[in-house]
């Protein structure tokens, strides 16, 4: 899954962007309104991170003018502590969900995949498909009930492909979704990528759609 983080407190974002990399997401991080406003791949963002106070403007405004502009991404807010207006208005412009400053990271954590839950029509936490079970939260992943190791790519490759387990994943898509802007993405990679975690996971659960993409088979 691949998120945008919106914060202009830079070690806060460093901060944040560390630990939302460790539990498996790829950050993209933007340190103005300006810059996020005129984010190049919105359309490739699962989730939005949105800190309300931006130096060039407000992040409701640029909230506002998101929802305007029909971007449906989740999104979450992160307001000051007490601000119960902030909260409410940020919820009328269109906001998912929102934290309070100072962040506690396992609560940022259980909401957003709370929103990228709700989102792909999913109840529970876990996502169970061939029997493969994957927590995005405590970042267990098993196979038939046995533990399995992964790397933090196979991991968010493993993630995706459950998320649209049965429907075949456009290569492009993958390296929309998987690769940060500015990371090097190319056909090989995910290729490679895709081998890795098949010899993983067992070759007949990632098929090859020819000339489409690969589909993981519930
Ligand atoms: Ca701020």
Redo the contacts with the bound molecule.
């Keep these: 899954m691949r998120l945008l983080l919106v ?3 830079a070690e806060l974002g460093r901060r944040l962007g560390d630990r939302l990399r460790g539990a498996g997401f790829a950050v993209d991080l933007a340190t103005t309104r300006a810059d996020a406003e005129a984010w190049p791949e919105m359309e490739h963002i699962d989730a939005v991170v949105l ?5 060039d403007g407000s992040g409701m405004d640029l909230l506002r003018h998101w929802r305007g502009g029909r971007v449906d991404t989740p999104i979450l807010i ?1 307001t000051a502590r007490g601000s119960w207006q902030d909260k409410v208005a940020g919820l009328n412009a269109g906001a998912d969900d929102f934290v309070v400053k100072p962040v506690r990271f396992e609560e940022l954590l259980a909401r957003l995949n709370a929103l990228l839950r709700r989102q792909s029509g999913q109840r529970e936490s876990a996502l169970e498909a061939g029997g493969i079970r994957l927590d995005p939260i405590t970042r267990e992943v098993t196979l038939d009930g046995a533990p399995l190791q992964l790397s933090r790519q196979e991991f968010r490759l493993l993630h995706l492909f459950l998320r649209r387990a049965g429907h075949v994943l456009p290569q492009a898509d993958i390296i929309e979704h998987l690769y940060e802007l500015g990371e090097l993405r190319d056909r090989n990679t995910v290729e490679v990528l895709v081998g890795r975690l098949r010899r993983k996971v067992g070759t007949q659960r990632i098929t090859t759609q020819r000339g489409l993409g690969y589909r993981f088979e519930k």
């Design positions: 914060e202009d407190d800190d309300l106070g931006l130096p992160l």
